[in-house]
């Protein structure tokens, strides 16, 4: 099973900038989707955005025009670049990619996650 290593997360003041980064690996044949997910403080994941391997994107509302989301197909990468932060984007960000990769057994789906990466703004 494919796993994904994310980095970037740290300390900023509002109106700051992060840059997120997540990479995957493990016999990956290709990924098809790659997003990033905010966990609330009620525990649950809420997508931020996602972009396809075609270059489909998709933003939440509240980020649209202040995160961009983008990949690296050659490097199954994938960044989000957080600008003008607000006390509402804190949190630990997730990664999350589905696509296939080779097991044992032949081409086989996977849906990953990563560990997460804090996002600390301070006002």
């Known amino acids: 099973q494919p796993q994904l290593v994310e980095s970037g997360g740290g300390l900023v003041q509002a109106g700051g900038s992060l840059n997120l980064s997540c990479t995957a690996s493990?016999?990956?044949?290709?990924?098809?989707?790659m997003a990033w997910y905010l966990q609330t403080p009620r525990n649950r994941r809420e997508l931020v955005a996602r972009m396809t391997d075609v270059g489909s994107r998709y933003y939440d509302d509240y980020v649209k025009g202040r995160f961009t989301i983008s990949r690296d197909n050659a490097k199954n990468t994938v960044f989000l670049q957080m600008n003008n932060l607000t006390l509402e984007d804190r949190g630990v960000y997730f990664c999350?990619?589905?696509?296939?990769?080779?097991?044992?057994?032949?081409?086989?789906?996977?849906?990953?996650w990563g560990q997460g990466t804090q996002v600390t703004v301070s006002s």
């Open positions: 999350k990619a589905d696509g296939y990769y080779q097991s044992v057994a032949g081409r086989q789906h996977f849906d990953a």
């Open positions: 493990g016999s990956i044949l290709n990924i098809d989707g």
